[in-house]
């Protein structure tokens, strides 16, 4: 425990007073275990709690750093493990019952540890944690070392667990992936082996997963080139590749819950879908265990996700979240659910006790959300009694003055509850204060007042008196977020002082409301508050203070008028002195003294019943108590930590003996005790409180005595309660209150103001009558106003908002809704805003960025639409890309006219002759090469020649194998495809640009036309239109009757008659010319637009074949761009092969570094045990020498004893246990190891007593005898252990060599997918795809059979043919010419015979010569070089000949090396397999010499003739059996000569043989 400090200054002493931990009480927030079979424990807080089932007698241990971590524990050894929460964390292992330290497990962990895990076999712990490390480690926690570990990084694990019938088997398990991991141990050596278990889908149903590094069933494209895995198409070359999937090959599996060992090493797994799995031990098969569906289904609970797992004999038991659990009856592959026990929550833990006789089962039931108030024993932690509110329960307090407490409550009720009866408590009264959740409830130091704070920042006095039926005085308003309340009340004083603080988070700072009470404000309460129950400021003396910095916490010093503070931003303890003259408004508060408080955190102060400690908690857990003269420390303890937030709440007792501290997160509740305690610190505060229970002792017998005949409310606590309450309600509508009922609690405080609203109502309803029928009348005239308002006219009407009569409420409703239409406006603003940006994107993508607009042209008559291609600008990259490529295309020209150029100077000379003879013949092929210099369009694979676009840069189809040349070849089809399109282009703007024109006259003469009209006033030309157009005026005298005109006006008649009729004839001749001028103009339009029409359907079929090359020019661009991806999927499954292969090769290395080093320790080991062997034998012969000095037949009794050993009885285990306990007995490896040794050390003890000893011997003797056997014994017992030992190791080494021999497989099944790889990557670099043309017609299968196998089929040019059946036709008429000469030759024949013969003999006389010569001494070298022409080419040739033979014989070498280290390897297997073989002889030597020994006398007793031919025929079988390994050896020795004399034939090869002349 922390000791606390002594005060070195003061005005008191502490006389070494310290604080220890009592007792502890707190729930488990993590899983309960046993220890044994009577007790529990769990973590809780920095405490572990140990709990006797039978006994109820609870123990605790304290983690010395801070709070506890993880848990686990070992049953068989009484051990728990725990870990703290610090940086670097540590397990601690203590013993128990005695709760001593065994050890303390340091590793390399820098956060935490996540799980602990004891192996129910022998010594061995298990801790994973999470991050950073993900680290899995093994310990023997005994010897306190990391056997081994391992990092998983990214796997997170919620569940692990050994197998309880082997150790070496670890189960992990998270809510995705299950794994097992297998310890394999070589000696001292340990290791761990993960492999992880394939889960089923979400229906159950298995998914068959293909190998995604060597996928084999890939299929085979015959078109489009190799198809690859996955991995290399998406580009993944690293570690990624290797469980690489899409999302659409993604199935969701099932999610683990829990998972549980069984007696024959399975596991089962329970799922959230509802599925229970079994999964083989060894083989990690997975098998889905079929459901049973009884006849009657359970109601509603058809599924069931198993949260909890525990095994018992023929299944398992099951919890969910409904609070049931099942039982699980597991019979084969199947399994039938039963009810076995209903829970009223959900069960979050299940365990069976080691003797399978109780079942714990841990709900996640919390008891705050229950309201349970429970009392306890301070003396021992038992609890006495308790009583459920069933609502959510806040806050509690004592009373100084009585035995009641009250208790706040979410809903801001106040539960006033009597503990006289401490067995029985009960509620005696409720008060329902407001609607806001009760945070504070305070009683004053003598037990007066209970001041209640809410959220809603109101404080309500309460009388804590029973007596008075804990009536409700009033309330005071303060701000709302109140930290804390204090109150002095002093025996001296009949006033309580009551400070309230609380935050201002927007300024940083605090505020400190003071206010006074008298005692007898309970008589005097109507005048101190108003009707609404509100407390008068000016009666109670509220005063408002502020401080410029942030409290946490504040109380009221019972002297001097002084605050103490404890700042929350800063580790300082401050003491403010209050004003002594009164003061209004807000009043600063400075700092009197501060003090460091060393504890980090915000904390809360705290003052004892006489005011001379200040108590101070914080975040860091530690609770101090200081001087509250110098605030300095003179106790402290650390009862928390900071991992859980710290200490949330202190009460001590009023005497200052008993010190109650409870935890903020971590549920702990912690008595505190002095240790020491006396002097001035015992003697002030157990004064004072002598004082202060002499004061209150009446009171408390009249409060006690009432409580005591109280009788307990009716309040339904099981509930929600209501109450019929009398609800007020005004209705302006009606002349009278109407009032309601309604089942509903009222607080009071809305009481209050009901009340006070009826007694305003009664008491202003006349004037009430009076205002409203004024406003009625007003309301009439404003009506009559607004209907002669509307009869008026506009200039006179007044405007519908001038009739309104509050003119702040249409202002405020006017600017309301100028901030709705501003803030529309603005969100339509930013809408437009966001799709003019959007638009904008779409216009400079789609518009702005091209070259050539996109534009069209609509026939007339015709419905055709001929659009141009839009195209953009090339980027400035492009350019570049453009000109590097067309530089590269004019170096290669050159430099192929170069090399033809070289070529034909050297073969210049031998065509001289050929030149003369065969000048018509080389004109015509020169023809033919320039005629074929460019391939044919069915090999370019477009129409690109008949547009006229140069096609001279472009490389043939032919000839694209390398990448750059498809790149370069893409970018020159790109400028080919825009060649196509410009001159199509330039066709469509000429015709645009014609048209254009042609309008432009028309519009020009038009313009013409109406600017003369409009300059001469249309009077230059009169027009016979517009003399047509004037009518001809009427006679005036037309007006009067006809009888009444006379025959002047007659004539006139007659006349205008006439005019009209030649007005209205020229009219009519006048229309039709117009109407033919007009028809003539129609038939001129309609010819324009028909020619203009055949104009754009010819530019439209131009169009169609420019969109036809286009359109092959991408498609070739397109099948280089397939090609240059498939060339990248090649690469990169190539460079993750070769990341493959590299891993592999360092996992080869550290293999194969595995298997040295375990030989190595094998071989050492077995020396070790060879030589104990010997020892143990040497101790066997040379037993008759040691008793040589005592009688034969005495020596042979003792060697009889000698050979004799105890037998030892196994230990029967109880039937009933064995029947219940489905794991059986499971004693440690070591530790059965150790019992049996003791066991026949005992037994041992027995046949070395005096009684066994043989008549006649000496004693001494015997003793010597006794010693030397029991030597005997314990040597025999260290072979066998080394012997398992040796034998473990051999098969951790035989492990470790099929791992080498798998990895070693990986590596050449790598090699070989290269090879495979390399030679696709090849195939596919000279198997080119090209594009081709062909006519219509040309190419017809039958019946579509078209034929895909072209694997013998040889692409070739027609012209090649034709022109190899030109050659072999002048061949042909060469051989008839060379036939005629050919006679013409053999006439000649004749004449050349006399000269032939004159020339042999001329001959003969020049070899004669030539042998003199010869017969000179010239080597052969110099033979070669006067007689060659071409010496050196001649030595260069040699040269290159006898190096092709060194390679050949240095391949055939290294072939025979390869050979022989294949041999050498299997011998070596077969020399292993010997020593295994050898081993397992020597390990059957052992026995087979007991055997021996004991036979010998019986073949003594038999006779000597058996023995001797025995022996013989050994002898005789040795002796052929060695002539026989003789006569392999000679046949091996002949084998290696030869082949030593082949090597050396082979090796003399080499050199180069001299032969002199």
């Known amino acids: 425990m922390a000791q606390g400090r002594e005060r070195d200054e003061g005005p008191h002493s502490a006389g070494g007073a310290s604080l220890s931990v009592r007792w502890v009480q707190g729930f488990p927030k993590q899983n309960v275990h046993f220890v044994n079979d009577n007790t529990i424990c769990y973590p809780c807080g920095n405490y572990v709690i140990f709990i006797n089932i039978e006994t109820k007698k609870k123990t605790v241990l304290q983690c010395s750093n801070g709070i506890v971590g993880v848990m686990a524990t070992n049953i068989r050894c009484e051990v728990v493990a725990f870990s703290d929460r610090k940086l670097k964390p540590l397990i601690y292992i203590y013993s128990f019952p005695g709760l001593t330290r065994r050890t303390k497990l340091k590793g390399n962990i820098l956060l935490d540890y996540t799980l602990l895990s004891f192996s129910y076999c022998g010594t061995y712990l298990a801790s994973y944690s999470s991050l950073p490390e993900f680290e899995l480690a093994l310990w023997n926690w005994e010897s306190s070392i990391i056997l081994c570990r391992k990092s998983q990084p990214g796997m997170d694990v919620n569940q692990m667990s050994f197998n309880p019938m082997n150790w070496r088997q670890l189960c992990l398990s998270s809510p995705s992936t299950v794994s097992v991991w297998t310890i394999e141990r070589s000696n001292q050596e340990h290791c761990f082996r993960a492999r992880s278990v394939k889960l089923p889908l979400e229906d159950g149903s298995f998914f068959n997963e293909t190998d995604v590094v060597f996928p084999q069933s890939l299929p ?3 078109i489009y080139g190799p198809v690859l895995p996955l991995s290399a198409i998406a580009g993944l070359v690293g570690e990624e590749a290797e469980t690489f999937r899409p999302k659409d090959d993604l199935y969701p599996l099932l999610h683990p819950t829990m998972h549980c060992w069984t007696p024959t090493s399975d596991l089962y797994i329970g799922c959230e879908e509802g599925h229970l799995l079994m999964i083989n031990g060894d083989t990690l098969q997975v098998t889905v265990l079929n459901k049973i569906e009884e006849e009657s289904p359970l109601d509603r609970r058809n599924f069931i996700s198993p949260v909890t797992l525990v095994y018992q004999k023929e299944g398992v038991l099951a919890s969910g979240i409904d609070g049931f659990v099942y039982s699980f009856i597991i019979k084969d592959r199947s399994y039938m659910i039963e009810d076995f026990l209903e829970i009223e929550r959900p069960v979050e833990h299940m365990a069976f006790s080691p003797n399978y006789t109780m079942l714990l089962i841990q709900t996640d039931k919390t008891l705050t959300h229950s309201g349970e108030i429970c009392v306890w024993w301070l003396e021992d932690c038992a609890c006495v009694s308790k009583i459920y509110l069933n609502t959510l329960a806040t806050v509690l307090a004592c009373c100084p003055s009585s035995l009641s407490a009250a208790v706040g409550t979410e809903d801001g009720s106040v539960y006033f509850i009597s503990v006289y009866d401490k067995e029985s408590p009960q509620v005696v009264h409720k008060a329902f204060l407001s609607e806001s959740s009760v945070q504070h409830v305070v009683y004053d130091q003598q037990g007066i007042f209970l001041l209640v704070g809410t959220s809603e920042g109101k404080v309500f006095i ?56 008298p005692t007898l404000l309970p008589q005097v309460s109507t005048t101190f508050a108003d009707e609404r129950g509100r407390l008068k400021d000016e009666i109670i003396h509220k005063y408002l203070y502020e401080l410029e910095h942030a409290l946490s916490s504040a109380v009221l010093g019972f002297q001097s008028n002084q605050i103490y503070g404890f700042c929350s931003q800063v580790p300082y303890i401050c003491s403010y002195l209050l004003p002594e003259e009164e003061h209004t408004g807000i009043y600063i508060l400075k700092p009197y003294k501060k003090v460091q408080s060393r504890q980090y955190g915000p904390g809360l102060l705290y003052l004892s019943s006489h005011g001379l400690w200040l108590i101070t908690i914080a975040k860091c857990g530690i609770l101090c108590i200081r001087d509250v003269y110098t605030l300095e420390t003179f106790a402290w303890c650390r009862s928390h930590s900071h991992q859980g937030h710290g200490i949330q709440s202190m009460r001590i007792s009023m005497d200052g003996q008993n010190i109650l501290v409870n935890g903020r997160d971590d549920g702990t509740l912690v008595y505190l005790k002095w240790k020491r305690f006396g002097g001035h610190l015992a003697s002030e505060i157990l004064d004072y409180y002598q004082k202060l229970l002499i004061s209150l002792s009446s009171a408390m017998d009249k409060e006690n005595h009432y409580l005591s005949t109280t009788p307990k409310v009716s309040v339904d606590l099981g509930s929600d309660s209501e109450h019929t309450k009398q609800k007020a309600s005004t209705d302006l509508s009606q002349d009278e209150l109407v009032l309601t009922d309604v089942k509903k609690e009222i607080p009071w405080i809305q009481q209050k103001s009901q009340e006070a609203i009826k007694k305003e109502v009664n008491l202003f309803s006349k004037k009430r009558k009076e205002i409203k029928q004024g406003i009625k009348s007003l309301s009439k005239t404003i009506l009559n106003m607004m209907e002669e308002n509307d009869k008026l006219e506009n200039i006179a009407k007044l405007d519908q908002q001038e009739f309104g009569l509050d003119l702040e409420e249409l202002e405020r409703l006017h600017d309301e809704s100028q901030e709705e239409v501003a803030k529309i406006i603005k969100d339509v603003e930013m809408h437009n805003l966001a799709k003019s940006y959007l638009a904008e994107l779409i216009k400079e993508e789609c518009w702005n960025s091209m070259a050539v607009k996109g534009r069209a042209l609509k026939c007339f008559h015709i419905p055709c639409v001929v659009e141009n291609f839009p195209m953009k600008a090339r980027t400035v990259e492009e350019l570049k890309e453009l000109e590097r490529v067309l530089q590269q295309k004019k170096i290669e020209a050159e430099c192929l006219k170069l090399r033809k150029e070289i070529v034909e100077a050297q073969s210049g000379v031998k065509l001289i002759k050929q030149r003369h003879e065969e000048d018509d013949e080389e004109e015509e092929e020169e023809d033919k090469t320039v005629k074929y210099s460019n391939l044919p369009n069915y090999l370019l694979g477009s129409l690109s020649t008949d547009f006229g676009v140069d096609t001279s840069l472009l490389s043939s189809q032919l000839e694209l194998h390398s990448r750059e040349e498809k790149i370069n070849q893409i970018i020159l089809l790109k400028i080919t495809a825009h060649k196509h399109i410009k001159p199509w282009h330039k066709a469509k703007e000429l015709m645009v640009n014609h048209e254009k024109e042609h309008w432009l006259l028309i519009q020009d003469a038009s313009t013409r036309l109406r600017a003369l009209m409009d300059m001469m006033g249309g009077v230059l030309e009169v027009k016979k239109e517009d003399i047509l157009r004037m009518v001809i005026p009427q006679p005036a005298f037309m007006a009067k009757p006809d009888a009444v005109w006379t025959e002047e006006e007659r004539k006139q008649f007659k006349d205008y008659e006439k005019k009209v009729k030649e007005l209205n004839e020229e009219r009519d001749k006048y229309r039709k010319s117009l109407e033919a001028e007009l028809k003539k103009l129609q038939n001129s339009i309609q010819e324009s637009t028909q020619a203009f029409d055949e104009h754009l359907k010819r530019l439209f079929e131009r169009r169609v074949k420019a969109e036809m090359v286009t359109n092959q020019e991408e498609l070739k661009i397109s099948n280089l761009a397939f090609s240059l991806l498939l060339d990248e999927e090649l690469s990169s499954r190539e460079k993750f092969l070769n990341n493959y292969l590299t891993r592999k090769q360092h996992e080869k290395s550290q293999t194969s570094e595995a298997v040295r080093k375990s030989r190595e320790d094998l071989d050492v080991y077995k020396e070790h045990y060879d030589n104990l062997l010997a020892e143990d034998k040497v101790m066997d012969r040379s037993f008759k020498k040691e008793f040589s000095e005592i009688p034969g037949h005495q020596v042979d009794i003792l060697y009889k004893l000698f050979k004799r050993r105890p037998r030892i009885s196994k230990q029967k285990t109880h039937s009933e246990t064995t029947s219940v306990v489905p794991f059986g007995e499971l004693p440690g490896s070591g530790k059965l190891n150790k019992d049996a040794f003791a066991q026949l050390m005992k037994a041992m003890d027995e046949l070395d007593n005096i009684s066994n000893m043989p008549e006649g011997l000496d004693p001494l003797v015997w003793n010597h005898f006794c010693m030397t056997r029991r030597a005997k014994v314990e040597n025999e017992q260290k072979v066998k252990q080394k012997a398992a030992d040796l034998l473990e190791m051999a098969t951790f080494l035989q492990k470790r060599v099929e791992e080498e021999e798998k990895v070693q497989q990986e590596i050449e099944r790598v090699f070989h997918e290269l090879i495979l790889l390399q030679e696709e990557k090849v195939r596919f670099q000279l198997n080119l795809t090209i594009q081709i043309l062909l006519k219509q017609g040309q190419v017809e299968l039958e019946n579509f059979q078209l034929v895909l196998e072209y694997s013998d089929a040889i692409l070739i040019n027609k012209n090649i043919i034709e022109d190899l059946n030109s050659v072999i036709r002048t061949q042909g008429q060469k051989k008839v010419a060379s036939m005629m000469e050919s006679k013409d030759v053999h006439k000649r024949i004749l004449q ?166």
């Open 462 to 517: 309460i009388n804590a008196n029973s007596s008075s039926s804990f009536q409700i005085i009033g309330f005071t308003e303060v701000a709302k977020d109140i930290l804390q309340i204090s109150t002095v009340s002093l025996l001296e004083t009949d006033i309580v002082k009551v400070m309230v603080l609380s935050s201002l988070p927007e300024a940083g700072r605090s505020r400190l409301e003071m206010f006074t009470l």
């Open 1392 to 1557: 050349i015979e006399w000269e032939h013969k004159k020339m042999e003999m001329e001959r003969e006389d020049l070899n004669q010569k030539a042998w003199d010569i010869q017969m000179l001494f010239f080597s052969r070298d110099r033979q070669k070089y006067l007689n060659e022409p071409n010496y050196e080419a001649l030595i260069s040739i040699q040269i290159g000949i006898m190096e092709q033979t060194i390679a050949v014989l240095d391949k055939t070498h290294k072939k025979n090396v390869e050979n022989c280290k294949k041999l050498l390897k299997k011998l070596g297997k077969f020399s292993n397999q010997k020593d295994i073989a050898n081993y397992a002889l020597s390990c059957n030597l052992r026995e087979e010499l007991v055997a021996v020994s004991e036979r010998k006398d019986i073949c003594n007793a038999m006779g000597s003739k058996l023995t001797c031919e025995k022996i013989v025929k050994e002898r005789y079988e040795n002796m052929m059996q060695q002539q026989k390994l003789t006569n392999i050896s000679k046949q091996q020795a002949e084998q290696i000569s030869i082949l030593q004399t082949e090597v050396e034939r082979l090796r003399m090869k080499t050199f180069p043989a001299l032969v002199q002349m």
């Open 220 to 222: 085979k494209d015959l």
